[in-house]
Every structure is written in C-alpha cells, then in structure tokens.
T-cell receptor
Framework: AQKITQTQPGMFVQEKEAVTLDCTYD???????LFWYKQPSSGEMIFLIY??????QNATEGRYSLNFQKARKSANLVISASQLGDSAMYFC?????????????FGKGNQVVVIP | DVKVTQSSRYLVKRTGEKVFLECVQD?????MFWYRQDPGLGLRLIYF???????EKGDIPEGYSVSREKKERFSLILESASTNQTSMYLC?????????????FGSGTRLTVV
C-alpha cells in the first residue's frame, strides 16, 4: 500500500500567489515525521520543512508552511508569495517509528511551474 | 561544506555489464540510502545501510546489491545491467535519530543502459 500520496497534476502558479501542494499519508505508527523536499531541474534534493507527529503547532520555514491535519492524515505544503525559482518538483516523505534507521518513504511528487 | 558525493553525474553502460555506483559522504553519518527516481513513480528505496557492513533491502532490491566496507562509502552494484534499470539514482545519508534529521542527498547519477 502506498504510504505517501500526492495526486495533483502539474500546476501552473502565478508569481507572487500562494500555492498549496497536497500530501496524504498512511501509517499506524503514532511516532512519525513528515518532510517536504524540492527538486529543481538541476536534480538536487533540497530539504524544505519538517513536521513531527507530536508537534503541537504547524511547522513554518520562511515562505513555507505545513498544514498538518493529523486526523485526516494530511500534510499539505503551502508556499506563499511564489517566486520563479520555486518552479520545481516537490516531494512529500514520511519516516515511521523511532528506531533510528530513518528510512523515508516518498510520494510521486508534484510539478510546479511559476509563471511571471 | 558537508556533502554527499556521487562519483558520476551521467553514465552509459551496456546490457549485461556489471555497474558500480559510488557514493561518499563526509559527515560521519551512520545511515546511507540508495533510491532510484523515475518519472511518475517518485523515489523508491533500493537498499539502505545503518552501519558498516550492514545492509537492508528496501522496496525494490531485485537486480541490485550493495557494499559498505567503510562508513563513508556506500556502493550500489548492478550485477548485470538491464535496460529497465535506466534511471536516476540518488544516494543519501543521515544520522539515526528522531526529529527533523532528514537526508542529505547527492546530486544523482543518471544511468542509461543500452
């Protein structure tokens, strides 16, 4: 069964507008972490934001925020004030458990194109 | 600047060849991972290692093996390359604690098997 689901087709976003990328996850473990990564056309994977399952508040990192709805098992990424440099693939990922081996399961990604 | 280095950015190999993809990290990380990335499929875990000489199968280990003789180096081996192993291969490393410690990724190796 797929642990991370990202189903949105490619998105075009107007510069300076906000964009929300959907991510739902599936786990029965009470301890888990959720990550978002950005992959521009150059190919490197860039860490954006992290949310722990026990965190009381939604994570924020600059223009990135995570809309964490635990009961819905949803961890949507919100990018505010989009910039041309935000054009990239975005991956949601989850780490389950607390045993330290730290393996991440990734979704299939969302393609975002920011247009001027 | 801490880094994960993958030895080749682009690689072209023939069907049936034995292929080695090398990954080296300079952060003294215990955990290392190999993923392959294909359009529409995201990143899929091939193998990972949480210590020297230790290895664990990921979700798609068939056709691959790994070697970790030293902490800083994690090699992915394609025993007999096939065209369906044409893909982008990403190596990553991390430390084995809870919390926000995610991965540090290499820049990837785009392998084409002809």
């Amino acid at each position: 069964a797929q642990k991370i689901t990202q189903t949105q087709p490619g998105m075009f976003v107007q510069e300076k507008e906000a964009v929300t990328l959907d991510c739902t996850y599936d786990t029965s473990d009470p301890s888990y972490g959720l990550f978002w990564y950005k992959q521009p056309s150059s190919g490197e994977m860039i860490f954006l934001i992290y949310q722990g399952s026990y965190d009381q508040q939604n994570a924020t990192e600059g223009r990135y925020s995570l809309n964490f709805q635990k009961a819905r098992k949803s961890a949507n990424l919100v990018i505010s004030a989009s910039q041309l440099g935000d054009s990239a693939m975005y991956f949601c990922a989850m780490r389950e458990g607390a045993d330290g081996n730290n393996r991440l399961a990734f979704g299939k990604g969302n393609q975002v194109v920011v247009i001027p | 600047d801490v880094k994960v280095t993958q030895s080749s950015r682009y690689l072209v190999k023939r069907t049936g060849e034995k292929v080695f993809l090398e990954c080296v990290q300079d952060m003294d990380h215990e955990n290392m991972f190999w993923y392959r990335q294909d359009p529409g499929l995201g990143l899929r875990l091939i193998y990972f290692s949480y210590d020297v000489k230790m290895k664990e199968k990921g979700d798609i280990p068939e056709g691959y093996s790994v070697s970790r003789e030293k902490k800083e180096r994690f090699s992915l081996i394609l025993e007999s390359a096939s065209t369906n192993q044409t893909s982008m291969y990403l190596c990553a490393s991390s430390i084995p604690f809870r919390g926000r410690n995610g991965y540090t990724f290499g820049s990837g190796t785009r392998l084409t098997v002809v």
